[in-house]
């Protein structure tokens, strides 16, 4: 299975440079034996742009900033799929008639044909600053990235694992 890992962020936009780091720290971290099968990148773009780097690809895990702000800590770790970011609003990160969210995407590139993942994951770290500019995120923000790269590699071994089973029945 063909997986890419997105970190989504703008780096020198406190805490919104959380995805980056984590991508960063699971390149780091990334057994060898998924280098082959998975793709690790950084993106500051959302919507169509977002799931034009997801063409080609069977499976995409995504790590963002998210502030939901229900009396969540900072650092708070969500795992959502896309039903679930569909949930949340169908035009989150819309801020221009030429953009669009990445579920809106999602669904206009299947209907257009495109290869797209089959599977989602998302993992959205709770964060406070996405505005002002800064290279460090607050360091409760900063206290995920340890939990997300474990999380992030679990995953990958569980569908290793799983792929393995199914081939040898």
Known sequence: MKT??????NPI?????????CANEIRQHLPRSFEENTVITEASVGGIRL??????????????AIKI???????????????DLRDL???????????????????????????LPSEFS??????????????YPNPEVLEAIPEVTRLVIEDLQYDINTSNFHNNS
């Open 69 to 83: 702000s229900n009396g969540n800590k900072l650092g708070t770790i969500h795992k959502i799929s896309l039903s």
């Open 89 to 115: 609003s169908p035009t989150q990160h819309s801020s221009s008639a030429h953009d669009t969210s990445l579920v809106t995407a999602i669904d206009f590139g299947t209907k257009m044909g495109l290869q």
């Open 51 to 64: 799931m034009e780097l997801l063409v080609g690809y069977s499976r995409a895990i995504i790590i963002d």
């Open 13 to 21: 936009l406190s805490d919104d440079g959380i995805g980056v780091l």
């Open 122 to 135: 998302i993992y959205a770290i709770e964060v406070d600053n996405i505005s002002d500019f800064s290279e």
């Open 4 to 9: 890419i890992i997105v970190g989504l962020g």
